[in-house]
């Protein structure tokens, strides 16, 4: 891990978006290539003339839910507001995780298949490949995703009629699909080049599909590692399914344990609500020095709920802190799930965190997306609370051997972070 502050990293090859984080001078870009690309726009859009996919159709995804692990079927439909003709091409980019969608074999895992409503009118699926082999500049280049390309045949799609892209079968058990085992929330997209010559736009519009924890079978209890005595500190309790996501699903009453009376002032009873989405943080105020941990039981059957991590209460004791400064999601290449900062402090009880997903050379090679990064800006201001959760802005770059992975680290002020 490497932290910059001020440096000039012009000699390393990174995009130069990323290096605006922890400065302060501005990026000038030449007047020429900004005209460039404004003709480039106004000339892709005129020769589709299609300027709003919103105009033409609306989508959303069936059901908008899914459980870790838990297989079934999501069906994609997209509803045509204007006439949608013979020969329109789409592509629905579908969030990762899924696996190795296909259209090859019905009772093999995750097949894909298409319908409409419209009579004589048939839906040609065209491929099903990841967004390093079917590269578009308005998507992230990544290995994990799958986007799932078909054309409209035969027969024009009125107003009114839909498309169904289904992901699993619907009726066989071994051609579902298997959500992962992340708990997250992630969009899908759809792009589209109406008149078929393979230049497509992008929508607008994104549908939403939320991937859910299954239920609570453990609970954590994450102290801060040193109190000082008479000083109120931290105990986090946080629900876990079996696959370590936060289960927000966790309603019941915990009964704390550990600590004296006379050692420490607690409340020994806590009830956790469907508003506390699975974690609760309350307040104690050791009395006296030493080591101590917390334990706990449960009013819910068949929920484990292991020993807190050591305490250690000393006057003169500094402070410890706990945080990850190396962690992928679906940015990366190698990775999934959304909401990084989130999980990292309440399902995990860390101090503080950066989220730093792969930057490799060149944002066309499977690399972080300029939206991305601000994407990224935005989490780290949201989940900043000083005293409490610490955030920074970071992403690692893997260069070759043998000069080797590096993670590089903005030590800057939120207010920096847009400059």
Not at 19 to 41: C, D, E, N, V
Not at 128 to 145: C, G, K, R
Not at 332 to 354: E, H, K, V
Request: glycine share 6%; charged share 20%; aromatic share 12%.
């Amino acid at each position: 891990m490497i932290i910059f502050k001020n440096k000039n990293l012009r000699n390393y090859n990174i995009p130069r978006y990323l290096l605006s984080a922890g400065f302060k001078q501005p990026i000038r870009k030449p007047m020429y290539k900004i005209l460039i690309a404004t003709f480039f726009l106004f000339n892709l859009n005129f020769v589709n003339a299609q300027t709003d996919l919103k105009e033409f159709f609306t989508f959303y995804i069936t059901p908008d839910s899914a459980t870790v692990k838990t297989s079934g079927s999501w069906t994609v439909v997209i509803k045509a507001r204007q006439e949608l003709p013979v020969s329109a091409q789409f592509k629905v980019k579908f969030i990762k995780g899924f696996g190795n969608l296909q259209n090859l074999t019905a009772i093999a895992n995750s097949f894909v298949s298409a319908t409409t409503s419209t009579p004589q009118a048939t839906i040609q699926l065209n491929q099903i490949v990841n967004s390093t082999i079917d590269y578009l500049p308005f998507w992230e280049d990544n290995v994990m995703d799958r986007i799932i390309t078909f054309t409209i045949k035969n027969k024009p799609i009125p107003a009114g009629d839909s498309i169904r892209i289904v992901v699993g079968n619907t009726k066989i058990q071994s051609g579902r699909a298997t959500p992962p085992s992340t708990a997250f929330t992630d969009v899908i997209e759809i792009a589209a080049a109406l008149n078929g010559n393979g230049e497509y736009i992008l929508s607008e519009q994104t549908a939403t599909l939320k991937i859910k924890p299954m239920r609570a079978n453990s609970l954590n209890l994450f102290a801060q590692t040193v109190f000082h005595p008479g000083k109120e500190g931290k105990l986090l309790i946080s629900a876990s399914d079996m696959y370590f996501n936060l289960a927000d699903n966790f309603i019941g009453t915990v009964f704390l344990g550990g600590p004296k009376a006379d050692e420490a002032e607690y409340p020994r009873s806590i009830e956790i609500t469907s508003a506390d989405l699975g974690k609760k943080e309350i307040s104690v105020t050791f009395l006296k020095e030493g080591n101590y941990n917390f334990t706990a039981t449960t009013n819910i059957p068949q929920i484990s709920i292991p020993i807190s991590n050591p305490i250690k209460v000393s006057k003169g004791h500094p402070f410890i802190y706990w945080g990850d400064l190396h962690s992928h999601g679906a940015p990366s290449r190698d990775a999934i799930g959304t909401g990084r900062y989130y999980y990292a402090r309440y399902a995990r009880g860390l101090d503080f965190f950066s989220a730093t997903d792969h930057v490799d050379h060149n944002i066309t090679i499977n690399g972080i997306s300029e939206r991305d990064w601000a994407f990224q800006k935005q989490e780290v201001i949201q989940n900043y609370e000083p005293g409490k959760f610490i955030t920074f802005i970071g992403y690692e770059n893997s260069f070759v051997f043998p000069v080797g992975h590096y993670n590089i680290v903005f030590n800057c002020k939120n207010r920096n972070l847009w400059i």
